[in-house]
């Protein structure tokens, strides 16, 4: 068991088995095996990995509402927060959203491998599912570097249910971005941003942005990709 793991787990009263750790570790095994073939995260070493990615993901855990709630994790890329999320939080429906048809491959093997029938993987850009059957749904929608905040609520947000929550994990910048994400955060029902820390050893200025949906999303929005042309709401 790493006892990182443990610990992080334990702040949100949720107490990791050996099974579960030992599905994280096959997951950082089948990641950084298939990064070698593309490009799914810049962290190489297993050691880093199991830090800034499983470490870095469980630091969501305390903001997780209790019981069987479903989870979005917009752009997941190699799957982190969203893999590990479903791993420490069985109870839960984790939908991961990822738009690169590679990645999107991985992540379904990746699902099957570890026997988590808890994960559905949708190969589409964020606006897509925001636009579909799916929108204002999900308990909770999470993203990790993905974009700066003013994108991050168009893409995310709408797919939050009302009275839901979106959590975002951010760097030490993240003040200047909220500026600029006021007022695509109002248009799409999100209230004010609370900024909660989020440390882990070796690495400082790490932040969860909790952001609660008060009200319906704007009908307008998420834009299309070919609509927004690159221009976020301003």
Known sequence: MNPLWAALAQRAGVALTYAQAAQLNHYLDLLLEANQRMNLTRIEDRASAEIQHVGDALTLLPFLPAGAIRIADVGTGGGVPGVPLAVARPETQVVLVEATQKKAAFLRQAVESLALTNVRVIAQRAEEV?????????????????????????????????????????????????????????????????????????????????????????????????????????
């Open 130 to 234: 925001g636009l579909g059957s799916e929108r204002e749904t999900f308990d909770v929608v999470v993203a990790r570097a993905v974009g700066t905040m003013v994108w991050l609520a168009e893409w995310c947000l709408p797919l939050v249910k009302r009275r839901g929550k979106f959590l975002a994990m951010k760097g030490p910048r993240v003040a200047e971005e909220l500026v600029d994400a006021a007022k695509a955060i109002r248009l799409l029902g999100g209230g004010p941003p609370v900024v909660h820390p989020a440390e882990l050893p070796g690495f400082s200025g790490r932040v969860i942005v909790e952001i609660a949906k008060i009200a319906r999303s704007d009908t307008r929005y998420p834009r299309p990709a070919t609509q927004a042309k690159g221009k976020a709401i301003a």
